[in-house]
């Protein structure tokens, strides 16, 4: 097996191969079993296997690219494919089922069962699961327990617009506490004093990986009795006191765009171990149906005709009976299939990312370059899945960060600054209603000083060195 990176180059890896068993989609299952259609399944499974060694002997024969330093282009992110990734796409496309069937049931299982978690509910991307998330904790279901309109929320302005934006689109309103520099989290040591009457939930995303201090955070919601909702977009794999992020809050989020751990295309996953809240979760997905039978079954529940809810008549069809203003934000089984494939060999992308981390850490120190830079650290008690490798320009340093940045983009690496910075900056906050509690000093010095550089498992030591060297002679050049 092969790992690519966004430019070819493979990379040997130590992963198993792909061994699926070819079962029939969904809509085949009823068919009757005789000879004839006995015969018939040999021969389409012979089929099958024929286009799918097609498939790998294709992958095996692709063009193997070559890293030039200056002139390779080296991304912050990219996805990492391998010939099993192809096959499994091929495979759930020729089942013809196309929306969420087979894969997407599995993968949903092997999800719930990697966090330790009985549920996992597969969407279609890290913002939708951010939205379902915070939705389910609304549903008049939970009655005085769910998060009302007007209702407060602690987060952060350092981050990602989608984490947030659900609070919003739920009319509620948002509330910012300052980060940790050192972290880029929450400075949780602010976060109980943000708590008034009117605060029912936090909110917090586990940035660039690095899982923001679980211990202080479940403590203070916990001590409120307020929900907590864990933004783990940007963390699959990281854990915290031995234990994985995803698994502290009420409900946990997973994206699977190409830029993260793992990949599906478009994808991401909602987490939680109450069998309610996973119904509630489901419901705003699929429409906000008070039914949960799958795609393609009818009549799980064993009453279909027998409901009376809302003014509806008696036995008005459960499958068209709504308790929820919801959306329809599923996968297709083509995307579960990748992410079925690609979520055998997250300890092994986790691995690589941690690798680069700590060689650019050393090689940072190293060359002297903490002397211009605050260089990350891992919030204690954890050990982080890095999305990326965050600098931020010391005080006192001549470096400004436009010249920073526009120098290494010209010199063929890639930079991304910490998402939206501050939030409460950007345009779309203006007219939002939001409250901010104490300083967010630190937000602004991300936002005016900090920018981050990839560490994803398609850098290998050849661009590491290539970085570590563009690097020196930036500060050189630019503190002349």
């Not at 193997?64 to 200056?70: E, I, K, N, T, Y």
């Not at 916990?222 to 794999?237: R, V």
């Not at 939206?420 to 779309?428: E, H, I, S």
Request: charged share 20%; aromatic share 8%; glycine share 8%.
């Amino acid at each position: 097996m092969t790992f690519r990176s966004s430019y070819g180059r493979s990379q040997a890896a130590g992963a198993e191969g792909l061994a699926r068993d070819l079962t029939p989609p969904p809509a085949d299952h009823d068919r009757l079993h005789t000879p004839a259609t006995n015969k018939l399944h040999e021969l389409e499974r012979v089929q099958r296997e024929l286009v799918l060694e097609s498939c790998r002997q294709y992958f095996a024969q692709r063009p193997a690219g070559r890293f030039v330093a200056g002139e390779t282009y080296i991304p912050v992110t990219g996805k990492v494919l391998d010939a099993d990734d192809l096959v499994h796409l091929v495979d759930a496309s020729l089942d013809l089922w196309l929306t969420a069937g087979r894969y997407a049931s599995e993968l949903e299982q092997r999800l719930a069962g990697y966090f330790g978690l009985k549920h996992a509910s597969l969407t279609n991307s890290g913002s939708s699961a951010n939205l379902l998330a915070f939705s389910a904790l609304t549903s008049p279901k939970l009655n005085v327990r769910r998060i009302a309109p007007g209702s407060e929320v602690l987060t952060v302005a350092a981050g990602f617009p989608t984490t947030v934006a659900p609070i919003i689109q739920n009319h509620c309103v948002p509330v910012f506490v300052d980060v940790d520099l050192a972290t880029a989290n929450v400075d949780a040591s602010r976060l109980a004093a943000a708590v008034t009457p009117k605060t029912r939930a936090i909110v917090l995303a586990h940035t660039l990986g690095n899982p923001f201090d679980l211990a202080a955070v479940t403590e203070i919601a916990k001590a409120h009795k307020l929900y907590l909702i864990e933004d783990c977009c940007d963390a699959l794999g990281a854990t915290f006191d031995g234990r994985k992020v995803g698994t502290f809050g009420d409900v946990a989020t997973l994206s699977f765009y190409p830029a993260h751990q793992i990949t599906m295309g478009e994808g991401g996953a909602v987490l939680t171990n109450r069998v309610s809240t996973n119904k509630l979760i489901n419901s705003f997905r699929d429409w906000g149906r008070d039914c949960w039978c799958d795609p393609g079954k009818d009549n799980t529940c064993g009453q279909r005709f027998d409901w009376k809810l809302g003014d509806l008549p008696r036995g008005y069809d459960h499958k068209y009976t709504y308790s929820h203003v919801g959306y329809n934000l599923k996968v297709t089984d083509m995307q579960a299939a990748v992410g079925l494939s690609q979520l055998a060999k997250v300890d092994t992308f986790v691995a690589r990312r941690r690798e680069n981390f700590a060689a650019y850490r050393e090689a940072f120190v190293a060359e002297r370059l903490d002397e211009h830079f605050l260089l990350p650290q891992a919030t204690p008690g954890s050990d982080p899945s890095w999305f990326g490798f965050l600098v931020t320009i010391r005080d006192g340093s001549p470096l400004e960060r436009l010249d920073a940045v526009r120098y290494l983009e010209e010199h063929r690496i890639g930079t991304r600054q910490l998402f939206a910075g501050n939030l409460t900056r950007q345009p779309a906050l203006k007219s939002v209603e939001h409250r901010v509690a104490g300083s967010l000093a630190s937000t602004d010095k991300i936002m005016n000083d900090s920018f981050w550089i990839g560490v994803w498992p398609g850098i290998g030591a050849a661009e590491r060195a290539y970085v570590i060297e563009t690097f020196r002679r930036m500060v050189s050049e630019l503190t002349r």
